[in-house]
């Protein structure tokens, strides 16, 4: 994924083959509690959605890069004391690859189960193609950074995951999204409402 500062992504993944990727509500809060540990640090959750198979997140990228103190895993070898004192940085891409690998060791262990749990390629958009035009055109195949379409649009669309796939009547009724916190009937924290409202829609 090719991520850019002060730019908002659509963020998202699947189970491998369509499977299931929470199995009980101790997983999705555990998820929950990863994405606050590896994704804040770079930027805000706009809003998100954890599906029975998929999760969507909507996020204002502020940094490529940060510095860890403890990097957790590494590609490099290096010893436990090395890893405690010895900074290093860590970009979005690696941080999300961390946040997938360690919730998948974990799943793999509940469910007694191995291999990849995610589809192998985590997606992030910054806008989408205008499937109208026709292939002359100079848009034609371009991602268009429209946001005041798009970052409606997808914000609606994640929040309105649950009832397209009728698990629920109303978005805010999904108790493993953000859409009861941007009703007023929850006060979480996981995701800056403030600067949703200001950069998508509530105006």
Known sequence: ?????????HIYN???????IFFKDENYLFFLK?????????????CYCL?????????????????VTNPGESSEAVTPSHRLTTPRQRNLNDSIAILLRSYTRAINL????SGSLFRKETKAKDG????????SHVNYGKVLQNWELYG????NYIHNNPIEANLVVRSEDWVYSSASDFAGLRKGTLCNQNLAKELLFFT
């Open 1 to 9: 994924m090719k991520f850019t500062e002060n730019t908002i992504f």
């Open 14 to 20: 699947q189970g491998n083959n369509r499977q299931p």
């Open 34 to 46: 990863k994405m606050r540990d590896y994704l804040l640090p770079y930027g805000d959750l706009l």
């Open 51 to 67: 599906m029975p198979n998929h999760f969507h997140w909507l996020m204002y990228v502020r940094n490529l890069s940060q510095e």
């Open 110 to 113: 509940q469910e007694n189960r």
């Open 128 to 135: 989408w193609e205008d499937v109208t035009l026709c292939p």
């Open 152 to 155: 409606p649009t997808c914000f």
